[in-house]
């Protein structure tokens, strides 16, 4: 499975010197280029530092007030996630069976994020001085205007080196955005409402780091999925599909976080409810799915692990899996008796599914508050802020949709558009009654952006409503071998 994630990483590398085609149709990529710089890795790590130290320095200004709740509550939101981040890189790397006595003891010292950081960051500027040679080859497809060009990378050592870091440091952003930092900006948005508005400087510092990270992580979390749902194509984002995937995760967790803030002011006591209720829910839904199917634990997780060891393991995904779906969509579904773990196939009745019955919870939240809320929100236009939160929700929607139709970076992979799928939606039951007689094919869509169906059987030629040429037969038949991904990459 790892192994599979480093080459999907490898594959984002820039072919710049050298190209040329062979005999079977695949376009050769010689990459002779200097490696990226691990900026990922760099941002990931002064995250950690930043959001550790300023909760570090919260914490002593609870304990100098006596607030004690507060301050245990802090602490467990801090260390939480950075004892779970240094078991997953020690995990991925696989230091426990290597003399490494210093990273180790860094990672005890809950300092193994800045040590891999330094790590990278010395085998960047190490990379490129001397000629070595390629250890894998990496064979991926480039979409370019909807059609695909197979292409092989060749990969060395150090690029091999510096995509285990950042898929490494991938993980842990998203474990830091969603086991620590949203409860801990939910916790100190209630405890600043608790103090009547009292914002401190320490406090919200920290409000702020959290809220970067929360984002980043959504971010790194949607572009995973991307990346392992078309493991076969070279993903590449633009500007435009960055901007439109912050305001969406944006938009969707601050209103979540707010929503579920001010009911826990108005009923502190059901708010515990809910939110067990959101987690258990969400932890037991790949279980129960894994039992249903009968299936059996993947045996491709760590060799070493024993089936209790596994076990443990998929618990802990599990868990994060669960974390994710309290706050937003996760974009992806676990299938546990895959050695991927992930489902493939994207179902999208589950995603309208997830924000309607989102959405409906958000609202209840809000109502029950605004029925409920106390004397201190007397100077607070509560109908206006209401208002406002499932404005904000509905426009996280919207900025979901426009992703998938027009900032997809395979978007042409699919058949059926957004804009069928409203157009299908509204318009329904005013053909209901036609549908019996006519079974002919629907007009194809003016459309070709992102869509809601994917079909893989169908060649890319024959996608494009547009394109009134045949076929080319043996152009078939080689991008159909090159679209299986060769698995011939070590260990690193």
């Not at 010292?109 to 990379?127: H, K, N, S, V």
């Not at 002011?265 to 059901?270: D, E, G």
């Not at 009745?349 to 109502?367: C, Q």
């Not at 206006?384 to 042409?412: E, G, K, T």
């Amino acid at each position: 499975m790892e192994e599979r994630e480093q080459e999907r990483e490898i594959s984002d590398v820039d072919p710049q010197e050298y190209t040329s085609g062979t005999g079977n149709g695949v376009t050769l990529v010689v990459n002779q280029s200097r490696a990226h710089a691990p900026l990922s890795v760099l941002l990931a790590t002064v995250l950690y530092l930043a959001e550790f130290i300023s909760a570090a320095v919260m914490c002593n200004r609870y304990h100098r007030t006596d607030d004690d709740m507060w301050m245990s509550a802090t602490i467990v939101f801090m260390l939480l996630p950075a004892v779970l981040i240094q078991l997953a890189l020690t995990f991925i790397h696989r230091d426990l069976g290597r003399d490494r006595p210093l990273v180790l003891f860094m990672h005890l010292l809950l300092l193994g994020p800045l040590i891999r950081c330094f790590e990278a960051l010395l085998i960047y500027y190490r990379a490129g001085k001397r000629e070595e040679p390629y250890v894998t080859i990496s064979r991926k497809i480039s979409l370019k205007k909807g059609q695909g060009t197979p292409m092989e990378l060749e990969i060395g050592q150090s690029q091999r080196n510096l995509a285990t870091h950042r898929n490494a440091f991938k993980r842990t952003a998203v474990i830091q955005a969603f086991l620590g930092s949203t409860p801990q900006l939910t916790l100190q948005l209630y405890v600043t409402i608790q103090e009547k508005y009292t914002l401190v400087p320490s406090r919200l510092t920290l409000m702020i780091i959290t809220l970067i990270s929360i984002i980043y992580g959504a971010l790194v979390c949607s572009v995973l999925a991307i990346e392992i749902r078309f493991d076969d194509y070279k993903v590449r984002l633009r500007p435009a599909a960055y901007l439109c995937m912050i305001v969406w995760r944006g938009l969707e967790i601050a209103t979540r976080i707010t929503a579920l803030v001010l009911f826990s002011t108005a009923l502190a006591n059901w708010v515990i409810l809910v939110g067990m209720a959101n987690l258990l829910i969400f932890f037991f839904l790949p279980w129960v799915e894994f039992w249903s199917r009968k299936g059996s634990l993947t045996e491709n997780i760590e060799k070493n692990f024993s089936k209790l060891g596994t076990v443990v393991v998929l618990c802990m995904f599990t868990l994060l899996y669960a974390c994710i779906n309290i706050f937003c969509w996760s974009e992806v579904q676990l299938d546990l008796s895959h050695r991927e773990l992930i489902e493939r196939k994207q179902r999208w009745n589950r995603l309208a599914i997830y924000y309607s019955v989102r959405f409906i919870e958000n609202f209840l939240l809000i109502t029950l508050w605004y029925f409920l809320k106390t004397d201190f929100y007397e100077y607070v236009c509560a109908p206006l802020l209401a208002v406002q939160l499932l404005i904000s929700y509905s426009l996280a929607v919207l900025f979901m949709l426009l992703f998938y139709q027009f900032c997809h970076p395979c978007r042409r992979l699919f058949k059926y558009n957004v804009h069928d799928c409203l157009h299908c939606i509204c318009c329904c039951k005013g053909r209901r009654g036609e549908r019996g007689g006519r079974r002919g094919k629907l007009p194809p869509s003016y459309s070709t952006a992102a869509t809601m169906v994917m079909v893989s059987e169908e060649p890319l030629e024959l996608m494009d409503p547009q394109n009134s040429q045949p076929p080319d037969v043996n152009s078939h038949l080689h991008e159909r071998e090159t679209a299986i991904v060769d698995d011939i990459m070590e260990a690193a």
